[in-house]
């Protein structure tokens, strides 16, 4: 897989992005491509790298940390949503998000729709299961870690689905 960077940032930054409540890494994965312009079957591929980065840390620290586990395992299925918008060239969806400069749950939510009617009802479903893990286990720290298990197949299943598809 990839290169780890660590960054160490200033603390006016990290002042303003506590505020704001900014991912950090999805920002900076946001802004380096779109300043690469990569082609999109490379885009993709970066979204697909990115998911089973996260769905491999997730896995790693359910049992230890169920907060980091619920943020990750939800990165992981956000990622394959990309790749899916991508791929499927879901074109009013990816043009309002180059325009914002970022994904945001509307957009996701739209092509979470626009997938689930090509690949099956089973898609929608995964991203019921992410979302309650990224504002119940994640923001909101109500998860144990055999509540965040339980929902790991899932997340486990869009992984696998979307490399098939789009591979």
């Not at 992981?76 to 309002?96: Q, S, V």
């Not at 870690?145 to 339980?150: D, H, L």
Request: proline fraction near 2%; hydrophobic fraction near 40%.
């Amino acid at each position: 897989m990839g290169v780890d960077i660590t960054l160490k940032l200033p603390e006016v930054i990290i002042k303003h992005i506590k505020e704001l409540g900014v991912d950090v890494e999805a920002k900076l994965i946001d802004l380096i491509l779109q300043g690469l312009s990569l082609d999109p079957k490379e885009e993709i591929e970066v979204h697909l790298e990115l998911a089973e980065k996260f769905l491999e840390d997730g896995r790693r620290s359910v049992d230890e940390d169920p907060i980091q586990a619920s943020e990750k395992l939800y990165k992981a299925t956000e990622e394959c949503i990309k790749a899916l918008a991508m791929h499927f060239g879901l074109e009013d969806i990816i043009k309002k998000v180059r325009e914002r400069g970022r994904w945001t749950v509307t957009e996701l939510e739209k092509a979470v729709e626009a997938e689930s009617d090509r690949i099956g009802r089973w898609f929608e479903d995964v991203w019921t299961h992410a979302w309650f893990l990224h504002v119940l286990g994640f923001h909101e720290a109500k998860l144990d870690s055999e509540a965040v298990k339980r929902r790991l197949p899932y997340i486990e299943r869009i992984v696998e689905e979307t490399k098939k598809i789009v591979r």
